[in-house]
């Protein structure tokens, strides 16, 4: 579920010293969450939090070290065996914990990675989240400190007011995801840059002063948990993702395997209007060769629906 109408989000990182193996996915059987109903219209699974989630259980890791994993919901549908190699443990720093940053966190501790995650409430607040999934609780300073990875999952209106500079103690070439959709009517109000034909982000680039890719903008939060499948499934569905540094895009597109998606590149933030709120492509869950041709069947007029 992308965020309200549908939560729909620097140089390539360098493996540091010590590498633990990653973990690949293994689709154990069919499972349909209880909260499907609700994908019929985008925007409102990205309303509400997830609730009734199973307690976390303990499962041992090769390396002897033990990584939460809920019993129930999506747990039950994957489990995360690390065989692979191949990459390393990138710290990744999250800004949201809603439906998208949740998950993204549930996703990214799953496979490896090592995850801080911040929210406007504080880190008291994300205790039940860290339990269930390893991640560190944090502001947003701490969060960010010495990311190789930023992902920033806040509605669109309340990214002005992160903190001034708060990209400063990351990684040197840090990349930075933006998942964020301008809502107008539904959540954020009027942004002029926006409605007078600059890009969604683009115009988050200018206020966090740093490119991003846009990714995951388009994406419900539960298919995040639930569709997942390993490369070469043909099943696997395909995210697009937009921006200017290729190096970043690289960074993302690797992170999206992990996770069990392809990747789509849509080209540059200029072009990131083609997965926008009201594009063919926003929501959909398919292949790359279908995502392609929604992104070709894009148009840059906003209908009424999706402005203020």
């Known amino acids: 579920m992308p965020c309200l109408p549908a939560s729909r989000i ?10 633990r193996p990653r973990a690949t996915l293994r689709p154990t059987g069919a499972h349909r969450h209880a909260g499907d109903t609700a994908r019929r219209t985008p925007w409102v699974t990205g309303l509400f939090p997830q609730v009734n ?4 259980a303990l499962v041992p890791r090769p390396d002897g070290a033990v990584r939460n994993k809920p019993a129930g919901s999506w747990g039950s ?9 191949e990459g390393h443990d990138m710290k990744i720093g999250i800004i ?20 801080r995650v911040a929210n406007s409430r504080g880190p008291q607040t994300l205790t039940a989240l860290a339990e269930e999934t390893g991640a560190t609780p944090a502001t947003i300073e701490d969060a960010v400190r010495d990311a190789e990875v930023v992902v ?29 959709n301008y809502y107008p009517q539904q959540r954020d109000g009027k942004i002029a840059e926006i409605e007078d034909g600059l890009t969604e982000s683009r115009w988050t680039e200018r206020q966090i002063g740093h490119p991003v890719v846009k990714a995951f903008n388009g994406t ?22 937009s921006g ?8 993302v597109t690797e992170l999206l395997d992990e996770i069990g998606f ?13 997965q926008q709120p009201g594009t063919p492509v926003y929501g959909l869950a398919a292949d790359a060769a279908a995502v392609r041709k929604a992104l070709e069947a894009a148009s840059p007029e906003r209908t009424a629906e999706w402005r203020a």
């Open 152 to 180: 920033v999952t806040v509605p669109l209106k309340a990214v002005p007011d992160l903190p001034e500079g708060f990209l400063d103690g990351a990684a040197d070439g840090v990349t930075v995801i933006d998942t964020g």
């Open 10 to 19: 620097g140089a390539r990182v360098t493996p540091r010293a010590e590498s």
């Open 53 to 56: 989630r199973a307690a976390p």
């Open 96 to 115: 949201g914990a809603g439906n998208i940053g949740g998950n993204l966190t549930r996703r990214f501790t799953a496979v490896g990675h090592d995850v």
């Open 262 to 274: 392809d990747a789509v590149d849509n080209g540059g933030q200029d072009e990131s209007w083609r």
């Open 220 to 241: 419900f939060a539960q298919d995040i948990l639930d569709k997942p499948r390993p490369a070469g499934d043909p099943a696997r569905i395909a995210l697009p993702l």
């Open 244 to 251: 200017d540094d290729a190096a970043a895009k690289r960074t």
């Open 77 to 85: 549908r994957w489990r995360y065996l690390h065989e692979s190699t």
